[in-house]
């Protein structure tokens, strides 16, 4: 699959970028390069090669672990003791710059 100026005309306004013609065209060879090593990566012959989820010593596919030990680091249980309580309405929106009261209010960021 090939990438087309119309694709990085259509990324680029999705994304609010103004390219430029020189800018649009790196960005389309540059593309095409990546989709291109792709290609050639998926010619591999990787039968042979076992599946990896980690690049890490520690990780095992034993079932008989449990999942924090197959990983090699902990998982907090999922307990009540470490949280602890949010910080009130009411102290949040105190120092805001510009608030209705209810919620923060921000400038509008993105004019299109």
């Given at each position: 699959m090939r990438?087309?100026d119309k694709?990085?005309?259509?990324?680029?306004?999705l994304?609010n970028l103004?390219l430029?013609e020189?800018e649009?065209s790196?960005?389309l060879?540059?593309?095409?390069?990546?989709?291109g090593?792709?290609?050639?990566l998926?010619?591999l012959?990787?039968?042979?090669v076992?599946?990896m989820?980690q690049?890490?010593?520690t990780f095992?596919?034993?079932?008989?672990l449990s999942e924090?030990?197959r990983?090699?680091y902990?998982?907090?249980?999922?307990?009540k003791?470490?949280?602890r309580?949010?910080l009130?309405?009411?102290a949040?929106?105190k120092?805001?710059?510009?608030?209705d009261?209810?919620?923060f209010q921000?400038?509008?960021?993105?004019?299109?």
């Amino acid at each position: 699959m090939r990438v087309t100026d119309k694709d990085v005309a259509y990324v680029a306004d999705l994304a609010n970028l103004e390219l430029s013609e020189e800018e649009r065209s790196a960005m389309l060879r540059d593309l095409n390069s990546i989709l291109g090593h792709v290609d050639r990566l998926s010619e591999l012959k990787t039968e042979d090669v076992a599946p990896m989820a980690q690049v890490s010593g520690t990780f095992t596919v034993d079932p008989a672990l449990s999942e924090s030990e197959r990983y090699g680091y902990p998982i907090r249980d999922d307990v009540k003791e470490g949280l602890r309580k949010s910080l009130p309405h009411d102290a949040a929106v105190k120092n805001a710059p510009d608030t209705d009261g209810t919620f923060f209010q921000v400038p509008k960021v993105i004019e299109r």
